[in-house]
């Protein structure tokens, strides 16, 4: 008979909705807490920035989602469903392949109300301790009204960690900066193009954020320089545009506002732009360094969701990414609520944290930097193939036709 457990649920977004939905299914008794008064993580877009554009002030106030106001998603609509709710939000009457993030939120709250949700959410409360006592999780919470602050303490069964990796900005550590007298932002702080009117910007890293912003940003900048640290990397302007170049790394950052790529090229900005990621944080959990960040690195975890030594009592939901990101978590959420309700059972810890070991190993072997452990197309335990062909094959296909090769792909894999 399947187990009836009390499970916490760290966050409201996708990954803690996805879980909480799983969790009920198996019977489990739920309590999602999310910090926020709304429903969608990533996905409330807010004007507001941090006071330290940075964030790296320790005392500035945290604004949790990265969003710009432009965002449309970069995975077709049909890749952000589940697999038995399907994303058919309409926008002025036509289905959109890439939503806005607006579209997105209004999703997310179709699913939360037709599952029911709401009812097993905590709004304003912010979970500050996770930490095992004996064989239960302990869950400390702080809840904020206009009025009042009050804190508890409550027991759980189990502990489902879905707070979201996209918050705490991962700056560039560059050669002469601290007398470099321009500006800096991370992309966690980028709302709208306006502020960059006139100004020569460079925008540092080569992911989505980096390439949406920084074309974004051309239509007012002066110039636009984007820098990656891929060694291939030679100066050039890009054709479309009139003032948007490609360099190589910087190479330093001098007193008089210039800034050197190793391409031997050099540009006096007004402004850095740091497109380069976040950190994994989870200021909450005391696990006696059973679980660490190492690099970026979260754990010991089998398969990225489960801690070998404290599992299944806790875990893991949302940390891959470039993956297809929904579905993902869905698959790893009914992992996690199978497990639970002992329908699944894990392997003997010796073996996941051998697993985990082999992981390391092939992720070495195959030159891959501890900060892309959970970067998931280059896993080499699943074998994802070469895909340079994708970009031969785009050019006949459309993008979401593509995309969605690559999904049946990966699956079948
Ligand atoms: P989040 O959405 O970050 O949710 C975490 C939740 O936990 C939040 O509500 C937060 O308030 C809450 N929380 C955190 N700490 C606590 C605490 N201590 N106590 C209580 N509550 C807490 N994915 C796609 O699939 N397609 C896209 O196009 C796409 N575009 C993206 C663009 C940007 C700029 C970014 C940053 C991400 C994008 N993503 C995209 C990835 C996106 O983050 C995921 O789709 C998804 O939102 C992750 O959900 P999550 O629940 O894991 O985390």
Redesign the pocket.
């Known amino acids: 008979m399947a187990r009836s457990l009390k499970v916490a649920v ?7 909705l996805v879980t909480a939905r799983e969790l009920q299914r198996e019977g489990q008794q739920v309590v999602v ?4 008064n709304q429903i ?4 409330v877009y807010s004007p507001q920035v941090e006071s330290d554009p940075l964030s790296l002030d320790p005392k500035r106030e945290i604004v ?1 989602s ?2 710009y106001y432009s ?1 449309e ?3 077709p609509r049909r890749l ?1 469903g589940f697999s038995d709710y399907p994303f058919t939000i309409r926008k002025n009457g036509e289905l959109r392949t890439f939503p806005g993030h607006q579209e997105v939120l209004q999703f997310l709250n179709n699913f939360v109300q037709d599952f029911g949700l709401l009812d097993f959410i905590r709004f304003n ?4 301790r996770v930490e095992q006592q004996n064989d239960q999780w302990v869950v400390e919470s702080r809840r904020s009204t206009c009025d009042e602050l009050s804190s508890s303490e409550e027991i759980f069964e189990a502990v489902v960690v ?3 990796h ?2 705490i900005p991962k700056v560039a550590d560059l050669p002469g900066i601290k007398s470099w007298p321009g500006k800096q932002i991370h992309s966690h702080n980028y709302r709208v193009p306006e502020p960059f009117r006139d100004q020569v910007v460079i925008v540092i890293g080569a992911g989505p ?1 980096a390439m949406d912003i920084g074309q974004e940003i051309t239509k007012v900048a002066k110039e636009v320089h984007l820098s990656s640290r891929s060694p291939e990397i030679k100066v050039s302007k890009l054709e479309m545009f009139n003032n948007l170049w490609q360099h190589s790394k910087i190479e330093y950052c001098y007193e008089n506002g210039l800034v050197a790529f190793q391409d031997g090229t050099s540009v006096a900005a007004d402004i850095i732009l740091h497109c380069t990621g976040y950190k994994y944080d989870f200021y ?1 959990l005391r696990t006696n360094d059973t679980v660490t960040i190492d690099e970026n690195r979260v754990g010991p975890l089998y398969k990225h969701v489960f801690p070998p030594v404290l599992a299944p009592g806790l875990s893991f939901v ?1 940390l891959p990414y470039r993956a297809v ?2 579905f993902m ?1 869905e698959v790893q959420a009914k992992w996690v609520a199978s497990v639970l309700s002992g329908k699944v059972v894990l392997p003997p810890k010796e073996e996941m944290l051998h697993d985990v070991e082999q992981h390391y190993r092939l992720l070495e072997e195959n030159r891959i930097p501890k900060h892309h452990t959970h970067r998931l197309p280059l896993d080499p335990v699943i074998k994802v193939p070469d895909y340079s062909w994708v970009f031969v094959i785009s050019t006949r296909f459309t993008t979401m036709q593509v995309f969605e090769y690559l999904m049946i792909i990966s699956i079948w894999q």
Do not use: D, P
């Open positions: 760290v966050g409201a977004g996708v990954s803690g807490y999310e910090k926020s969608g993580g990533t996905w949790h990265s969003l965002l998603t970069n995975l952000m409360t912010e979970v500050v879905c707070n979201g996209y918050t954020s909450f949302g990101t929904f978590i």
